[in-house]
């Protein structure tokens, strides 16, 4: 089936990335590990633009960066430099952000998503480095602000701009490029996704094949697709009224959920872009082969050795593959137990239990997964104690073994069910006599009462099985 | 040619007001800059490679370990505006 996209939409996004696993920001020696500090504390006369203070590029930078357009599929450029883009804006304290323009560090590259038609290529037109600017904290609302405080803390961190086509044919498939770029990211080691900055978007925008919008500050993945599904929606309408739309750059209003007008007097040809003449030109092609042999196993790659070699399903593999940590985590557990079970229990239960608490694996052993899995392969608890025991984990902490001892957890013998299941049947007659008329949900009564006389450690499922073979008699 | 409009919008970028009268001003001395700089493009530079930069070095980087950076007092020093170890600007949109 092909997706026909009725509405001619064309999606392209502008993805900033802080490479925030690098030690050190882009010209100076200042700690990027600012995010829990004081204002101000991480700057040195480079990042904050004091005058004579000269950039020195850092040599990491660029290959996190290359790494990246490799990963992107992107070819690298021969020869590059730097260039400036001039605006008077207080989150750069040069009046200049430091960027590339004619030549990006990578280009021409391409990410596979899944699509709304099954997989989707999605162009990369380039990615290129740039120093990010200050944050800025407005005092009040925006509207009735009293001043703006600023810490340059941020400043200077090193960013790669991922610039993708216009090949995106709807919110959703924007989303899940943003999170095939946040995976693959995540697979390279060059930055933490979690940390406060570490992507932002803007996306731009077109309905009918017409002329495109700029939505700008899109600052999570929910943001961008409420925000692509009211620019999108606001578009057909306009349209619908006899409107016309216009190139324009608008504003995402992540409280309100709408997108506003922002009427700029800057276009593109008045950042007056020119060569930095203080850091000299870069030629690092010849990096390519070396860096190219440290890639990991990409997600994609995974996914499909993740099927092959354990025998999982495509939306097992792919769950088990969005996040390095998860991937490792589970090959780990299947090492040690029947990968399939691995699979249930890391992708299904234990992710489900930890997204629910906002926790990430690193909240859990494999050591204490793998106890769990066993107990219930091996017949000694019931499905429903194991997704038990791995709440108890998470809430109160514990190890699997005691925290069977300590709730009682283990199945009760099966003589002990059948006493249950007579006593039941025994101590019932009228539910027997209903469903032995035709009411089926007297059976679940039944089963009810053998679950409370064993104290709901008998299986529920089997216990329903004796009371149902002790009926037919 | 410059014309006034141009002048003001070039403040503008620049954040700098300029009125009527200096725009005047401003756009004749413009003038004269650019009439200056369209003699260099009487040079014939068929053939030559753009140069950006005039010592023909390239990668030149630092290794990626930390420095120390400013006590917060020093990197406030040269502001009066500032609350909380942050400076402070007008309000900004
Ligand atoms: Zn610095």
């Not at chain 1, 590990?33 to 904050?48: A, I, K, M, R, W």
């Not at chain 1, 709730?407 to 059948?418: M, Q, S, W």
Request: proline share 4%; net charge negative; glycine share 6%.
């Amino acid at each position: 089936m092909v997706y026909e996209n009725p509405d001619g939409i064309r999606i392209g996004l502008e993805v900033h990335v802080q490479l925030n696993k690098l030690k050190t920001k882009l010209f100076c020696g200042c700690s990027t590990e600012y995010h829990d500090s004081e204002p101000n504390t991480h700057v040195c006369p480079v990042c904050l633009g004091l005058p004579g203070s000269l950039p020195v590029l850092n040599e990491k930078a660029v290959e996190f960066a290359i790494k990246v357009g490799l990963a992107l599929n992107c070819s690298i450029v021969e020869q590059t430099q730097f260039h400036r883009k001039n605006y008077y804006y207080p989150d750069l304290p040069k009046n200049f952000q430091t960027t590339q323009y004619d030549f990006p560090i990578a280009a021409n590259g391409k990410i596979i998503i899944e699509g709304e038609d099954g997989e989707h290529v999605v162009g990369i037109t380039r990615a290129h480095i740039e120093e990010d600017p200050a944050r800025l904290q407005h005092m009040g609302t925006i509207d009735r602000s009293k001043g703006t405080l600023i810490n340059y803390n941020r400043s200077g961190m090193t960013l790669i701009e991922i610039v993708s086509e216009p090949d995106m044919r709807s919110p959703k498939e924007a989303r899940r490029y943003l999170e095939k770029l946040k995976s693959i990211l995540d697979y390279l080691g060059v930055f933490d996704g979690d940390l406060e900055g570490a992507m932002k978007a803007d996306a731009n925008v077109s309905v009918f094949w017409g002329d495109r919008v700029e939505v700008k500050n899109i600052s999570s993945f929910k943001g961008l697709e409420r925000a692509l599904v009211y620019e999108i929606m606001r578009q057909k309408n306009h349209i619908r009224r006899g409107g016309e739309i216009v190139m324009e750059t608008r504003h995402f209003d992540e409280a309100r959920g709408v997108t506003i007008s922002m009427r700029t007097k800057e276009e593109e040809h008045d950042y007056r872009y020119f060569p930095e003449p203080d850091l000299v030109p870069l030629r690092v092609a010849d990096w390519v082969p070396g860096i190219r042999e440290t890639l990991p196993e990409l997600p994609d790659a995974k996914r499909e050795r993740f099927m092959e070699q354990y025998g999982l399903g495509e939306t097992h593999a792919r769950a088990l593959t969005t996040e390095i940590k998860v991937a490792n985590f589970f090959e780990e557990v299947a090492a040690k137990v029947d990968p399939k079970d691995a699979a249930v229990w890391v992708s299904d239960i234990l992710k489900g239990e930890l997204n629910y608490r906002e926790l990430s694996i690193d909240a859990f052993t494999v050591e204490d997964i793998v106890a769990v899995v066993e107990l219930v392969t091996g017949n000694k608890i019931t499905e429903q104690s194991g997704v038990e025991i791995i709440r108890t984990v998470l809430d109160d902490g514990g190890k699997p073994q005691d925290i069977v001892e300590k709730k009682g957890l283990l199945k009760v013998e099966d003589d002990i069910v059948a006493t249950a299941v007579e006593e039941a049947i025994a101590e019932n007659p009228d539910a027997v006599a209903d469903y032995l008329g035709g009411k089926e949900k007297s059976l679940n009564f039944i089963v009810g009462k053998v679950m409370q006389k064993t104290k709901g450690r008998a299986d529920a499922r089997e216990a329903r099985e004796k009371v149902l073979a002790k009926l037919n008699e | 040619m410059i014309t006034k409009e141009e002048v003001e919008h070039v403040g503008w970028l620049a954040r700098i007001e300029i009125d009527a009268k200096e725009s005047d001003a401003y756009a004749e001395k413009l003038n004269s800059v650019l009439d200056y700089f369209g003699q260099l493009d009487e040079v014939d530079t068929e053939g030559v490679k753009p140069t950006y930069h005039v010592a023909d070095i390239v990668n030149v980087f630092r290794k990626d370990e930390v420095t120390e950076s400013m006590p917060q007092e020093d990197v406030l020093a040269n502001t009066e505006h500032k609350q909380e170890g942050n400076f402070k600007a007008p309000k900004i949109m």
